[in-house]
């Protein structure tokens, strides 16, 4: 069965401070898919990056950056010099390659709240 | 852009009625998927679609349905609302397999369902 384990259910922040948001996984599968949404207070969900089983790269676009380590099942989110438009929920989810493992399962989600 | 559009944004039904919610999607994707999404307990899957006329339980399935005659469309019922059921609904689609890596989950934009 597939898991997602967002253990810090809410983050206060002062902005341009910097934030990591954590995200642990489980999965049988070897071929696996990692997500992270934002749902700002309009209520869409919004992507923000999807990662392969096999690509341990670390990535970086603009403030956010995403470490994803296999050895410890983690695909953890750091926003570098928050700001005030950060303030959302954030979900990590995950998912499997084909048929019956391609649904997207998601953690519980984490409260940024970023005060000016 | 892949469009995922539920019927409407916001519905207000009486106990014991059946409700129908409706999602449409407009890029042939093979898999389709209905959330419910609660304060503190994310985004929870209630079935999910991989082929038309096919389905999946998720992890709360019960006292829903759903139904895939086409493909773009994927429905989700409540045969006898019940006030526990009153939530904000998602749908979303994906393709299968390696072009999940392209092009990832679409959500709509959700329907927030009142039972009273």
């Known amino acids: 069965a597939q898991k997602v384990t967002q253990a810090q259910t809410e983050i206060s922040v002062v902005e341009k401070e910097d934030v990591t948001l954590d995200c642990v996984y489980e999965?049988?599968?070897?071929?696996?898919?990692l997500f992270w949404y934002k749902q700002p207070p309009s209520g869409e969900l919004v992507f923000l990056i999807r990662r392969n089983s096999f690509d341990e790269q670390n990535e970086i676009s603009g403030r956010y950056s995403w470490n994803f380590q296999k050895s410890t099942s983690s695909f953890n989110f750091t926003i570098t010099a928050s700001q005030v438009v950060d303030s959302a929920v954030y979900f990590c989810a995950l998912s499997g390659y084909t048929g019956a493992n391609s649904k997207l399962t998601f953690g519980k989600g984490i409260t940024l709240s970023v005060r000016p | 852009d892949v469009k995922v559009t539920q019927s409407s944004r916001y519905l207000v039904k009486r106990t014991g009625e059946k409700v129908f919610l409706e999602c449409v999607q407009d890029m042939d994707h093979e898999n389709m998927f209905w959330y419910r999404q609660d304060p503190g307990l994310g985004l929870r899957l209630i079935y999910f679609?991989?082929?038309?006329?096919?389905?999946e339980k998720g992890d709360i399935p019960e006292g829903y349905s759903v139904s895939r005659e086409k493909k773009e469309r994927f429905s989700l019922i409540l045969e006898s609302a019940s006030t526990n059921q009153t939530s904000m609904y998602l749908c979303a689609s994906s393709v299968g397999g390696e072009l999940l890596a392209n092009y990832g989950y679409t959500f709509g934009s959700g329907t927030r369902l009142t039972v009273v």
């Open positions: 679609s991989y082929d038309v006329k096919m389905k």
């Open positions: 999965t049988r599968d070897t071929t696996y898919y």
